[in-house]
């Protein structure tokens, strides 16, 4: 209660004190002092008792809109909640334009009792005077109050404020497109993170800041990091929105690589406790499906199209796992079979490729595929059919990007 009763008076000092308020303010009663000097007003009772009366029709009738346009603003503000801003931006807007809609309506009931006192205890021109002022002020601030709710440039205020970077003049520069690529790049670990185990369509939708909001009682690791992943988070919709008037803080940029850097080695953890806890894993199930096959089928009379079809179906029944799905020949996209991870960008895992020639060039073609497919799979595999020996041989990379190749007899 206490933090709501002095966010009310913060926004308040705000509404009152912003410079189109003070400006209206000091030229209002710059007229009404002058008016009043010199110009003689008809005293009868009357005409005070139509400027009581006026006034408190005027102020009822400002009471009665300001809930309309608040629920006005809110609806559109719920419809493209999800296109523009996060959720924090959004909430802290809700705040400011409900504390200065009670502060309007608050103003408009002080000068409608300061009305029914007069009407009962002072029947005075002066007096009446006074309340006319203070009516086309509460005009005023209605006025203010409709054009902050529309004015763009209040939302680059709010993330300005939340977004408390102290620029070091010698930092190195960094351009914005890399700024947002690693911003984006660490949203996708971090999705990847917190879908490794159950895949969730809703994460998948929710920016980063939500999901770091939503998932920090999840996942402990979120919570040792949610004050550096809010202080990029503020920095980076700081920088989108007003770019003209912000720089990119590198030592934020240092930190989001940081944080990439982590969230990657948590990423790498799981799949090798879960999936493939090393190449020598994937090398010796590939070597067992192709032995399995050796043992089924003779491929000495086998027609190349068919024992490469066959041989890449039979892997399908060695690679299965709750965390991948699998992929085969026109169904994949990049080689003849693929394991994608069941996670929020599914990362493509394994690659194989089948293909059939003479040894001479067995090895040139395997390096050219594997440098090919490396950027896209974390492991790569070529089987490869010597059509003179007519035997198998497995060439694979490591993960410090070495060739190697095995025989199978």
Known sequence: ????????????????????NIIFFALLLAIFILVYFYID????????????????????????????????????????????????VLDQLKKEVYYEMIFVIIFCLVIIIFNLLNFFLEYSLVYAYIISFFT?????LLALYVYRLFDPGRVKDILRSFDTTTIDPNQKQISLDEFITEYLEL?????DYISNEYDSELGDRLPLYDIVDNYVKDFDVIEEDFDD?????????????NYNDTVIDFAKYEKMKDLQTKYERLNMAFISKNIFSSVAVVRNTVE??????????????????????????????HFVNKYYDTQILEDAKESDFEVIQNNFSNRKLLGIEFKASTVSNAMTTAEALIERLSPIYLYVVMIHFNTKTKQFGIYYNTRDNQIKFKSIA
Request: no cysteine; glycine share 0%.
């Open 187 to 191: 949203e996708r670990l971090v999705k």
């Open 1 to 20: 209660m206490k933090q709501k009763a002095n966010g009310f008076i913060k926004q308040a000092f705000v509404f009152v004190f912003s410079i189109y």
């Open 229 to 241: 992943f809010k202080e990029i988070i503020f920095h980076r919709n700081n920088v989108i929105h």
């Open 136 to 140: 086309i002020h509460a005009i005023a």
């Open 41 to 88: 007003f008809n005293s009868q009772p009357a005409n005070v008792t139509w400027i009581y009366s006026s006034s408190m029709q005027t102020l009822a009738a400002l009471i009665a809109l300001l809930p309309v346009s608040y629920a006005y603003f809110i609806n559109n503000l719920e419809e493209e909640k999800s296109e523009e801003y996060d959720s924090y």
């Open 288 to 317: 067992l499906a192709i032995k399995e096959y050796l043992d089924e089928f003779d491929v000495e009379n086998q027609e190349i199209i068919n024992l490469k079809e066959e041989l890449i179906t039979s892997l399908q029944t």
